[in-house]
Structure formats: structure tokens, C-alpha cells
């Protein structure tokens, strides 16, 4: 006799002409019956949600792209404030002063004005 155990009996049916048992009847309820046009529009859906994934994910990119300029932008115009105060501070003749002043705002509005190219692309 042997020492393992059987993990599981099957019964077994049997039968004075020694046929073989029928299989166990499968359960109808366990097949999934779908239509054409139900199938259609399952991959309708799945094509709409992918194509939303993705663009969720073009758009965080984008944001974060923008946001990550809009702190450099903001970084240098702070930079041109510091620039344009340290130069007031220095002994220049009123027509430097003018001119500095000049193109140091010239500088700012041309940076300020570059952000509206952001919202372009």
C-alpha cells in the first residue's frame, strides 16, 4: 500500500456494462454570449478611453513644461529687478540712468511678451 495520501477521491459511477460515465453537464449560465454590436461598441469604448489616457498625459506634460518655465521666467525677472536696482544705486548721469532704465524694461517686456508664446504651442 502506498504511504501518500490521495489529496481527493472522484467518485466513480460504476455501471454492469462498463461504459464510460457522462461527463458532468457545463453550466450555460458560465458562456458569455455578446452580439456584433455589442462588441463593437466595447471596442469603441476602449479605443475612446485610451485615446483620453493619452491625452491626460500629453496635457500633464505640457503643464509641466510650462509650469517649469514660468519659474524661470519668474527667476529672471527678478533678476532684472535686482539688475535694475543696483544700477540706480550707482553714480550715473542722468541720460545713462535713462538709458539703463530703458533697455532694462525693454528686456522685461520682451520676456513678459515671449510668455504669451507658451500658450501658442
Do not use: W, Y
Request: charged residues 25%; aromatic residues 4%.
Amino acid at each position: 500500500m502506498s504511504k501518500t495520501r490521495p489529496a481527493t477521491v472522484t467518485p466513480f459511477d460504476f455501471r454492469s456494462d462498463f461504459t464510460a460515465p457522462e461527463p458532468p453537464a457545463t453550466d450555460q449560465d458560465a458562456r458569455i454570449s455578446i452580439s456584433v454590436a455589442e462588441l463593437a461598441a466595447l471596442l469603441e469604448d476602449t479605443r475612446q478611453s485610451t485615446a483620453a489616457l493619452i491625452r491626460n498625459e500629453q496635457v500633464e506634460q505640457q503643464t509641466e513644461a510650462i509650469r517649469h518655465t514660468n519659474e524661470q521666467l519668474k527667476a529672471a525677472l527678478a533678476q532684472i529687478i535686482q539688475l535694475a536696482e543696483t544700477l540706480e544705486k550707482i553714480d550715473l548721469s542722468e541720460a545713462d540712468r535713462s538709458e539703463v532704465n530703458t533697455q532694462v524694461c525693454r528686456i522685461a517686456s520682451e520676456m513678459i511678451d515671449g510668455q504669451g508664446n507658451l500658450f501658442q504651442s
